[in-house]
């Protein structure tokens, strides 16, 4: 799509995307759905037209080097690609134990004292026997990128956090909850709520990544439930590897495949037209229980996005495909 | 390349094998493959039979009959052991209910009690970054040590990485072990009040921070929780040694579930890796989802040309998908095979068998049973 049109069209002020307007998205799903792929392309997607965005991931697997070819990334904002109109995605690894540092210091000023923590290994401890306080650093982190300012505007249009799946995002975005039990007083705490109030405002929005099968489905329902429940906003349902609407007929006959066979100048050998049945027959089992997901789907009253199954795998091309299609959406 | 076919049967019915540990990325169908094998263990084998499931899809538990995460295995009615006598109960874990239990079993009903009222209890055994593969770990030593299963499966847990259960019991031993854990019983163990009231002065920096960050109350709570949990780690690190050594011995045998993507793959291998470097004995590779090539004669390129040849004339839409549907196929099955030559290449001595994908979700007994078969 020309950029021009984009611009026109889709950005509103500066700063603010028509459909999608939050400034942090966080990208959930269940394992295997490809949220990691949806939030690079969303990031991608958000920085076209000369803008800057930010694309995190937290639980240090590289998902985003792998993604866009490139080396392991240190606990620094590096560009990782240009966009349309001098604009650019910069990545993050949040490492919870430089976020620990780069807090202290910031707060405390703690230099020597900092790395001699590092030294006994209470930050181990910390991270270990109180994995809320490491969520806390990270989401942590992840606000202080988002409402980061310089010369009073916005550092970043959007922040884009590839977050842990569907099974644990609950718990990971409920911060306050989880530092509360243990944290009565102090920065910590004010940290936290500064976050919870972050993720509860409409300046944030959950997406859900799923694909068309029943257990992706059943953890979106399921996350979905439970980030309501704890009034984090919701965004996109986001079906990835949708397959094309081939056979909407909904019926196939062997005489019909011979017939088609030879029109098409093919040999129609029996063999070859019964694989071909057996293989459509497949098809359409499938493509009836991907129809009843979708309706179980949108029985939630979310707003939908499709992303076409890629039939080659991710690449920094398919990417920018994928982006173009949500940013439509 | 071609990999040893991985012989499924002749490891569910060796008597010898008394634990199969299924282990891969989340979402390759694990709880489906660690099921499909206890149900054909205890149908086909007659082996007394229990699956110990994490986080089972709800239809899938349904389909064994668990309703409820009990820890208890229960008995799965309802399947074809006639013949062979065998038996297959299944459970799911609940991690809570299981460190429960350990700290009963090693401490005094009074520091239990204790233990428990503790927020930092509270948050490590629900929420403790490992705890979760801890306790399947303490639950498969259980059943081991228990001696009435012929066959136990372990479906491990959905980590962040596949490789954290086995880290578990290591991470647990350091973080006993730790300089900072001992720094923070000091006092506790010479009956000092304050948390910090013995260490050097060189930690007086320290201690600061410590408090001005976190607040007092929380280093009492902290210092309380250690304190508690000090007359049980010996037997904790006792249990976790054992389970280890269970886990190495050929009594074992891992499976890598993989499906045929490129990030499970790569985490496959990587496990593979780890699994020989920990001296594990690694079994095999079950890749699921897979889309055989079935040629019917007729090429990807060939019948995309012919559908877009339909497509013009207009009156063959139904043969021209059908032709699409074919060219997508087999464009998917070398796609596949070609991600799953990324292990085989590497690993080529490892044992491989796969599992044709599915038209629809597996959530019965029949499902399973399908999928046994697929997998012997």
Request: a neutral charge; one cysteine or more.
């Given at each position: ?85 001098g ?29 001699a923590?590092?030294?006994v ?116 349902v ?25 029109a ?33 789907l ?32 | ?203 007086g ?53 993989a ?20 001296r ?24 995309e ?17 059908v032709?699409r ?20 290449g590497?690993?080529?001595s ?27």
């Amino acid at each position: 799509m020309p950029v021009r049109l984009t611009r026109a069209r889709n950005v509103g002020r500066m700063g603010e995307h028509r459909n999608w307007p939050e400034r942090l998205h966080v990208v959930t799903g269940k394992g295997g759905t490809g949220k990691s792929t949806v939030a690079a392309a969303l990031a991608l997607g958000l920085a076209a037209g000369g803008r800057r965005t930010l694309l995190v991931e937290v639980e240090g697997r590289q998902g985003i080097a792998q993604l866009f070819g490139l080396e392991p990334l240190p606990y620094a904002e590096r560009r990782v690609a240009q966009t349309t109109g001098g604009g650019e995605v910069r990545a993050l690894a949040v490492d919870p134990e430089e976020a620990l540092l780069e807090y202290l210091d910031m707060f405390y000023k703690l230099g020597a004292a900092g790395r001699a923590l590092r030294k006994v290994g209470a930050i181990d401890f910390a991270t270990t026997i109180a994995p809320g306080l490491r969520d806390v650093l990270l989401t942590g982190k992840v606000k202080e990128a988002t409402t980061r300012s310089r010369d009073g505007s916005r550092v970043y249009d959007a922040v884009v956090l590839d977050a842990p799946p569907t099974g644990r995002v609950g718990r990971f975005l409920n911060v306050t909850e989880e530092t509360a039990r243990l944290v009565k007083v102090g920065p910590i705490k004010t940290q936290s709520e500064g976050v919870a109030s972050l993720l509860r405002s409409p300046m944030t929005a959950v997406h859900v990544v799923t694909l068309l099968e029943e257990m992706p489905v059943q953890e979106t329902l399921d996350a979905i439930a439970e980030l309501t429940a704890l009034h984090i906003p919701v965004g996109r349902v986001v079906v990835n590897g949708a397959r094309p609407p081939l056979l909407a007929g909904g019926k196939v006959t062997k005489a019909e495949i011979k017939r088609g066979l030879t029109a098409a100048g093919l040999p129609a050998a029996t063999a070859t037209v019964s694989r071909l049945t057996t293989e459509a027959q497949a098809h359409l089992t499938r493509r009836e229980l991907e129809e009843s997901l979708r309706l179980e789907l949108a029985e939630l009253d979310r707003p939908m996005v499709e992303l076409p199954l890629l039939p080659d795998g991710v690449d920094r091309a398919a990417l920018g495909e994928l982006a173009a299609l949500l940013m439509r959406a | 390349m071609t990999a040893p076919r991985l012989d499924v049967d002749g490891l569910l019915s060796d008597p010898s094998i008394r634990i199969v540990v299924c282990c891969g990325a989340g979402g390759v169908g694990k709880t489906t493959t660690a099921a499909a094998l206890g149900l054909r263990a205890a149908e086909v084998h007659g082996r007394r039979t229990v699956v110990l499931t994490i986080d089972p899809a709800r239809r899938l538990a349904q389909s064994m009959g668990l309703t409820e995460l009990d820890n208890t295995p229960r008995h799965v009615k309802g399947i074809d052991t006639e013949r062979t006598g065998g038996e297959l109960h299944a459970m799911m874990l609940d991690m809570k209910r299981t460190f429960d239990e350990v700290v009963e079993q090693h401490t005094t009903p009074k520091r239990a009690a204790e233990i428990f009222a503790n927020p930092f209890y509270q948050a490590m055994s629900s929420t403790f970054a490992g705890t979760q593969e801890y306790m399947a770990m303490e639950k498969l030593g259980q059943l081991r040590a228990g001696d009435q299963w012929d066959l136990i499966v372990v479906d491990t847990p959905p980590s962040r990485s596949a490789l954290d259960f086995l880290d578990a019991p290591a991470r647990l031993s350091r973080f006993l072990d730790g300089r900072m854990l001992r720094m923070l019983l000091a006092p506790a163990r010479t009956g000092g009040r304050s948390v910090f009231s013995l260490v050097t002065a060189s930690f007086g920096l320290f201690s600061k921070t410590v408090q001005k960050v976190l607040g007092a109350q929380l280093l009492t709570d902290l210092s309380g929780f250690v304190a508690a949990l000090d007359s049980m780690f010996g037997g904790f690190r006792q249990r976790a040694d054992q389970t280890y050594r269970i886990l190495q011995d050929p009594q074992t045998a891992f499976l890598l579930v993989a499906a045929p993507e490129r990030d499970a793959i790569r985490e496959a291998a990587y496990f593979a890796e780890r699994l020989v470097a920990e001296r594990m004995p690694l079994a095999g590779l079950v890749l699921n989802r897979m889309h055989p090539i079935e040629p019917a004669g007729l090429s990807a390129a060939d019948s995309e040309a012919a559908a877009d040849r339909l497509d013009e004339t207009g009156d063959q839409q139904v043969t021209a998908d059908v032709l699409r549907i074919h060219a997508a196929l087999l464009r998917q099955a070398e796609r596949e095979a070609g991600v799953a030559t990324g292990f085989t290449g590497a690993f080529p001595s490892v044992p491989t068998t796969s599992v044709a994908a599915q038209p629809a979700d597996v959530h019965d007994v029949d499902g399973l049973r399908t999928i046994g078969a697929l997998l012997a």
